[in-house]
């Protein structure tokens, strides 16, 4: 597992659920900014234990950028799906994101 900074985007609305002993887990569907060819796979899902989920849900809406502190974790038998990718975030940051600018000519 390694810890890492991402700036992401969301895509859809958070969807929470309760594992034992009543965990909170919320999981977030995010795309990567990306200047390369749309066709690359950027899309991850993003795994929030406990009370910070609450807060993407409270205060962040769709389409907001947000930078993300946490472990990557690798399936490694399945990795050419995207899904087998997981980031279980620990720290979420605001960014503004009429400030984010991406030139797609690069």
């Known amino acids: 597992m390694n810890y890492s900074n991402f700036i992401v985007k969301l895509l859809k609305r958070p969807k929470q659920s309760l594992v034992k002993k009543n965990i909170l887990l919320t999981k977030l569907d995010v795309q990567f900014p990306s200047i390369r ?31 993300v502190e946490g472990f990557i974790s690798l399936n490694r038998e399945k990795l050419t799906n995207n899904q087998q990718i997981k980031i279980s975030v620990f720290k979420i940051y605001p960014l503004n994101r009429d400030k984010i600018r991406i030139n797609p000519a690069l």
């Open 37 to 67: 060819n749309k066709t690359d796979l950027n899309m991850i899902s993003l795994f929030i234990w406990g009370d910070l989920g609450n807060d993407i849900i409270k205060y962040y809406k769709i389409n907001d950028y947000i930078l």
